[in-house]
């Protein structure tokens, strides 16, 4: 199993465990040089958002996996947080809907989380 393929599990575990709503993984190794997956997960309200990044950010740093940059704060309806290999998206429904990562990165992979 790659290092990134194990992050993006351990992160997709953290965000079930708070109750992270339609986790979905896409694969973009093959088309961009951003990372090699992006995670993208709907939070149901502010606090519950911000538990689901701290969990994230708690387990990767148990593997030595820090995050490089994190866009948004409490109070965000997104929060994007780069690892490097993996990027993770905590959206609110409203803000999720209306970005729509799926649609933009359409191009890469779909992976179920039960895949990694």
């Known amino acids: 199993m790659t290092e990134a393929r194990q992050s993006a599990k351990i992160a997709c575990r953290a965000l079930s465990e708070k109750k992270g709503e339609d986790i979905r993984v896409i694969d973009i190794s093959e088309i961009s040089v951003l990372a090699d997956y992006f995670i993208i997960a709907t939070g ?13 950010d708690e387990e990767l740093s148990k593997i030595g996996c820090h995050a490089r940059q994190i866009e948004g704060n409490q109070h ?4 994007l947080m780069d690892y490097g290999d993996i990027i993770v998206h905590v959206f609110s429904k409203e803000d999720r809907l209306f970005y729509d990562l799926e649609r933009i ?4 992979r779909m992976v179920s989380p039960e895949e990694l």
């Open 105 to 108: 990165w359409r191009d890469g």
């Open 76 to 79: 965000s309806s997104w929060v």
């Open 44 to 56: 149901t309200n502010p606090n519950q958002i911000q538990a689901m990044v701290s969990a994230v």
